[in-house]
């Protein structure tokens, strides 16, 4: 006679042998069979096919009946790899912090799973009720309640780690020093602006308010210190210092240069255009303020980038109602490129782009467009890190 005893690893092995066997079966029948199987069970008919009507009856058993460690492998699991996916997709192509993407897509996947799983399990015990040669033994399955309580667990923790990581993402950086700032700042700087604040929103003697900053990875030109200030209508601007404290000098917003209304830089050089002017800070030197007249603030293709920590526009020529742009750099994931009305910056656009080339449609004839790139690399489940713009450049369209 043959012996009966079996160790308990070889009966496991078996046991999941099995299951994912008839798993791989009734995945093999289509999609569409095993929709008609389970629609004509719930309805108490038998599917005409003996082959695929055994596939079902071995799938529900195993369904129903295996051990308890492989229905929460088998349900969990596949949960959890749709909400790894669906938190990376929304990482990469919305760029939706890491903790804050894993903690929505879980607090909406958790009843979807459940109700998924109860629905199957519900498909299985109507192809069972039909199966007459089964032993009278009815599988033991969780039932609804508790299918109900712990979905509810599972949003329920999800909904505690995206207020977490919601609080952690409002916090900004939780690296950089803590400081009050106003609305506006913190805003801009959730957003991904570079650097930490480096003191208080306050405001200065001739009463213009203002956030001191610091940018923890300084381009080669750039002057240490700068300061974040809400300009009406442009939003927030980041000013170097020098350029700041000469217009502050000069009557800040009631004096002749007004309200900013863009910065930037050249990399040789940086300026701030102003309602009635402009400000440049040429590199090491001392800032030069320019009433009525406002800095283009672009580089002419046939010169020289400089510095090459960011990207460099090369080609930017109209074709009828569209613009062509090329540029150089080395590798990286992807480019944001941007570009708007010269005399319009709040009209701004943007896009990704993969290589080193981009048309930009849409275009208002008779206009002139600036245009700047700048290079990222993608982490995962992080924020993208991206250089500098380049250096803008102007081209007319029609």
């Known amino acids: 006679m043959r012996s009966m005893v079996t160790s308990g690893g070889g009966v496991g092995n078996r046991v999941l042998a099995e299951a994912l066997g008839a798993r791989i079966a ?59 996916c669906l938190a990376a997709l929304a990482v990469v192509l919305a760029d939706v912090d890491g903790p804050v993407a894993a903690g929505g897509t879980a607090l909406a996947c958790s009843p979807l799973a459940a109700w998924w799983s109860t629905r199957q399990s519900g498909g299985a015990a109507a192809v069972l009720r039909l199966c007459r ?24 923790a999800a909904a505690v780690a995206l207020v977490v990581a919601d609080a952690d993402d409002r916090a900004v950086r ?14 801009w700087w959730a957003r991904g602006r570079s650097g930490c604040p ?30 974040a200030y809400v300009a009406p209508g442009a939003g927030v601007l980041l000013l170097p210092s020098p350029i700041f404290q000469a217009w502050v000098d000069g009557g800040g917003p009631g004096g002749p240069l007004g309200e900013p209304t ?27 303020v320019h009433i009525g007249q406002k800095f283009a603030g672009t580089r002419d293709l046939d010169t020289p980038c400089a ?26 994931d992807a480019f944001n490129v941007a570009w708007w009305p010269q005399d319009e910056p709040w009209l701004i656009t943007g896009r990704e ?46």
């Open 353 to 398: 782009a993969a290589g080193y080339g981009l048309t930009l449609a849409g275009l208002r004839p008779a206009t002139t467009y600036l245009v700047e790139v700048s290079a990222c690399h993608k982490r995962f489940l992080r924020r993208s890190a991206c250089t500098w713009p380049s250096a803008r450049v102007a081209v007319r369209v029609g």
């Open 26 to 84: 009734w995945w093999q029948l289509g999609f569409s069979t095993r929709r008609v199987v389970l629609r004509t069970a719930r309805r108490g008919v038998r599917f005409p096919d003996p082959d695929v009507w055994e596939v079902a009856v071995d799938w529900a058993r195993r369904q129903l009946g295996a051990p308890r460690w492989w229905r929460v492998v088998r349900d969990v699991g596949a949960a959890a790899l749709v909400v790894v």
């Open 307 to 332: 510095p090459l920590d960011r990207p460099c526009v090369t080609s930017a020529r109209a074709e009828g109602g569209r613009v062509r742009v090329g540029w150089r750099y080395g590798s990286a």
């Open 198 to 227: 480096a003191g208080d929103s306050r405001t200065g003697p001739t009463g213009v308010r203002h956030t001191p900053w610091a940018l923890p990875e300084q381009p080669t030109t750039r002057p240490l210190g700068d300061i």
């Open 133 to 156: 040669d089964r032993d009278g033994h009815r599988p033991r399955t969780p039932g609804s309640a508790v299918r109900a309580t712990a979905a509810l667990v599972a949003a329920g």
């Open 262 to 288: 863009d910065s930037g830089d050249t990399g040789l050089l940086h300026y701030a255009n102003f309602r009635g002017g402009s400000v440049v800070l040429p590199t090491g030197g001392a800032a030069e």
């Open 174 to 187: 939780p690296d950089c020093p803590s400081y009050a700032l106003d609305a506006p700042v913190r805003e």
